[in-house]
C-alpha cells in the first residue's frame, strides 16, 4: 500500500531558484493538501484542493502555486526560493468533511540558503 | 475561528510512567477532534479520533475525551514504551470545514 508519495525527499536550493513538489496518491481521494512544518508552529496549510482541476488558498500561500490536473496528483510549485521558505513540506489527501482523517506523506525537506 | 492550543513540550519521561498532553480548542459548532502522532523521519498518521461531546478515542493505550463543557480532549496514556517518542499533534475538524486546524506539537522522548 502506497498511500501517499511525495518527491523528492531532500532538497537544497539557494536563494531565487525554483522547483516542484510532487505528490502521488493512490487511494481515490477527493482532496488534497500541502502543509508546511516549522518549530513550534505546527502544521499551517499552503494550498489545497478539493477535486480535480481545482485549487485554493489556506493559510500561508504567498510564495507557492500548486496544481491539480489529475486526481492522484497535486504539485506544489515555488518559482524563486527564499530562506523563508526552509522548512518540511508536507502532502495529505482525504475524503473530505471535518470527520475524514487525513493521511500523509513522509515529507519533504527543504533548505533554501 | 477554529483553534487549537497543546501544552509545550519537550516531555521526558521514563517507562512505564504515565503521559497526559493538554489539548484546548475554540470552535464554533461541533467540530471533530483528533490527535496526530509523527515518529521520527516519518509523516503523521491518525492515532485516535472522536466526533462528538463524551465521545472516547483510543488506540495503542492512549485515550482522549471529548469535552464539550471545558472544550478540551487531553491525550493519555497510563505507561508509555520507548516506541511512543514522537511528535503529538491535536487537530480539529469543523463540522462543515475539511481544512484541519492543528496543535503546534507536542514532543515526547521515552527513556528507557
Given at each position: ?113 | ?17 504515565f503521559l497526559t498532553i493538554n489539548c484546548t480548542y475554540t470552535a464554533t459548532g461541533y467540530p471533530s ?16 479520533k472522536a466526533t462528538k461531546a463524551d465521545d472516547k478515542g483510543s488506540n495503542k493505550g492512549f485515550e ?48 528507557a
Amino acid at each position: 500500500n502506497a498511500g501517499v508519495t511525495q518527491t523528492p525527499k531532500f532538497r537544497v536550493l539557494k536563494t531565487g531558484q525554483s522547483m516542484t513538489l510532487l505528490c502521488a496518491q493512490d487511494m481515490n481521494h477527493e482532496y488534497m493538501y500541502w502543509y508546511r512544518q516549522d518549530p513550534g508552529m505546527g502544521l499551517r496549510l499552503i494550498h489545497y484542493s478539493v477535486g480535480e482541476g481545482t485549487t485554493a488558498k489556506g493559510e500561508v500561500p504567498d510564495g507557492y502555486n500548486v496544481s491539480r490536473l489529475k486526481k492522484q496528483n497535486f504539485l506544489l510549485g515555488l518559482e524563486s526560493a527564499a530562506p523563508s521558505q526552509t522548512s518540511v513540506y508536507f502532502c495529505a489527501s482525504s475524503y473530505g468533511t471535518g470527520f475524514s482523517p487525513l493521511h500523509f506523506g513522509n515529507g519533504t525537506r527543504l533548505t533554501v540558503t | 475561528g477554529n483553534s487549537v492550543t497543546q501544552m509545550e513540550g519537550p516531555v521526558t519521561l521514563s517507562e512505564e510512567a504515565f503521559l497526559t498532553i493538554n489539548c484546548t480548542y475554540t470552535a464554533t459548532g461541533y467540530p471533530s477532534l483528533f490527535w496526530y502522532v509523527q515518529y521520527p523521519g516519518e509523516g503523521l498518521q491518525l492515532l485516535l479520533k472522536a466526533t462528538k461531546a463524551d465521545d472516547k478515542g483510543s488506540n495503542k493505550g492512549f485515550e482522549a475525551t471529548y469535552r464539550k463543557e471545558t472544550t478540551s480532549f487531553h491525550l493519555e496514556k497510563g505507561s508509555v514504551q520507548v516506541s511512543d517518542s514522537a511528535v503529538y499533534f491535536c487537530a480539529l475538524g469543523p463540522p462543515n470545514d475539511y481544512k484541519l486546524s492543528f496543535g503546534a506539537g507536542t514532543t515526547v522522548t521515552v527513556r528507557a
